[in-house]
């Protein structure tokens, strides 16, 4: 039984109008809009070519299928009828991006109610301490739907030691229940509000390294939530906690690696380090690999046994439509690694990771 521990169902009703750059998300949202607007692009072409257009065009089309259930029906097709996937959902209320449209609460349900009639869905919970009862609803889900993990999103705007993630990470250690956070820099997914926002929301770091505030963009500002480094407050109070840093250190990092190996501070080396520190981290290769010339790196890394047991396979459906098609990683990248390797990443590290404790 394979595992793909990194899938996303969530709707377009679940995600705020500023959640994609050129307001993409609102205006292909209506027929006639669709319509101006890629006529509009095609002219003004902002993305470099009609590939990477017709890229986004299919990752807007998927969030706005009928369902969550029909979302994850389309990536399913491309694997083995008995892989299970992790379903991440997202809470996007307080990243500063407007009104989401449906409640939180009703994305968990949908998803709650597709993991009971798809035993091959594992639901994570996403916490974002902002939520006035966050602590409540994980509790809720993991109790009475059986969710088996948690999903952090820092660039949100939270440090992953947020004070009041404590309690979650204090149960997730004491029942075995993983926590994948997003770990990559620069993305278009972050806080969308003020400057001066971020700052105030920045300034609750506790690292001693020296912030970075101003003259950056904000997706600059947003990236240092999400440092690796600060992990380390969270791996070094709950040693037992399985942390996965989703996208081992991002596309961003890997090409950086290629042009120059021996820079410092690519977030790609610091994962990789942080590995042989704690025993319980994680990382996986979603997005990141849709990259094929990154596929050679990858096969030399997992000859380092330290490596090869904490690497994960993920392919961050459907966020990677924007770049690839689910193939790349369902197909091509199994077939490159072989199966030895491919059953490390995608069978025997994910049981370990997701093997919950204490039932
Ligand atoms: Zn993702």
Not at 117 to 124: D, E, G, T, Y
Not at 338 to 350: L, M, R
Request: glycine share 4%; hydrophobic share 35%.
């Amino acid at each position: 039984m394979f595992y793909n521990v990194h899938i996303h169902t969530f709707k377009d009703e679940d995600v705020p109008r500023r959640f994609l750059p050129l307001g993409l998300v609102r205006i292909l949202a209506t027929k006639p809009g669709f319509r101006i607007v890629s006529k509009l692009l095609n002219n003004l072409n902002p993305f470099s070519d009609k590939d990477t257009f017709d890229r986004y065009v299919k990752f807007v089309k998927t969030g706005k299928k009928a369902t969550q259930e029909t979302i994850f029906l389309d990536c399913a097709q491309y694997y083995p009828k008995e892989t299970r996937f992790v379903v991440l959902p997202m809470d996007m209320a307080y990243m500063g991006a407007g009104e989401v449209p449906r409640p939180y609460t009703k994305q968990l349900d949908e998803l709650a109610a597709m993991a009971r009639k798809h035993s091959r869905v594992i639901p994570f919970i996403h916490v974002d301490p902002r939520r006035d009862d966050y602590f409540e609803l994980f509790q809720k889900y993991v109790d009475q739907h059986d969710f088996k993990g948690v999903k952090i999103y820092p660039p949100l705007g939270y440090f992953p030691y947020d004070d009041r993630l404590m309690p979650v990470y204090e149960v997730c250690e004491k029942k075995g229940l993983p926590v994948l956070a997003h770990c990559s820099p620069y993305n278009t997914v972050h806080y969308k509000g003020s400057k001066e926002e971020i700052q105030r929301l920045l300034l609750k770091s506790k690292s001693d390294k020296p912030l970075e505030l101003y003259d950056r963009s904000k997706k600059e500002m947003c990236a240092q939530f999400t440092h690796p480094e600060n992990w380390r407050l969270v791996l070094n109070r709950f040693p037992g906690l399985k942390v996965c840093l989703a996208h081992f250190g991002s596309e961003y990092y890997w090409d950086k690696f290629m042009t120059n190996p021996n820079a410092q501070n690519n977030w790609f080396y610091i994962i990789k380090d942080m590995i042989k520190e704690y025993d319980n981290l994680y990382t996986d290769i979603s997005f990141t690999l849709h990259n094929q010339e990154f596929f050679s790196t990858l096969k030399v890394l997992l000859s380092d046994v330290t490596i090869k047991d904490r690497v994960l396979f993920g392919s961050d459906y459907y966020m990677v439509q924007t770049r690839t098609t689910e193939r790349r990683f369902a197909i091509d990248l199994r077939a490159y690694l072989g199966e030895k390797y491919f059953d490390a990443i995608a069978k025997t590290n994910p049981e370990r990771f997701l093997h919950n404790t204490s039932l």
